[in-house]
């Protein structure tokens, strides 16, 4: 209940006010470079410089994760990629040399790459949820069940890590022709 009631509260309390303020600073200083070019503004060129440093090191870290976290998932159903270090190694090796070679081969593929492995990770929740709903009893979601204690601190950090990151479009702000002008709709 709490994950269900996160996942639609904290959007509305930290996404909105988040988007709104990348929206309306994007519009002010419309070019390359987003949340760099504020910092830069605000607080001069070393600001600007350790904040595109922090966020580069950040998404480094964050991207270097993924492969050994699919392999720490993979290796729960293929017991020869858990095992064997050397395994393991090769399978987190293997993936990021696949992704990074995909990002070499340009745009386009990158783009359909992309598409690819979304689909490819939601499928495995559409069969889940085509699975649970002959099971669903809604007479049970208002029983009380006894709960442990709430680890507040890592469920709002979850919720963080997976709702934020909206600043990031301003990176492009720059390729959005007069952001300060809505465009005429015709109805």
Known sequence: ???LLG?????LVW???ESLVTTELAAAFPGNGGFILWADNAFGPLAGSLL???KYLSIVINIAAYPALVAHYVGGVVRAVARPIRARSAAVTGMTLLLSLINFAGLS???WGATALGIASLVPFVLMTAMAVPKVRPGRWVTRVEVRMKDWRLFFNTLFWNLNYRDSASTMA???ERPGHLPQ???
Do not use: A, D, I, K
């Open 15 to 17: 996404g909105v006010p």
């Open 109 to 111: 593929v990158v783009g």
């Open 1 to 3: 209940m709490f994950t």
């Open 52 to 54: 595109g440093t922090w």
């Open 7 to 11: 996942f639609l509260v904290f959007p």
């Open 185 to 187: 709709r015709s109805f």
């Open 174 to 176: 720059g390729e959005v």
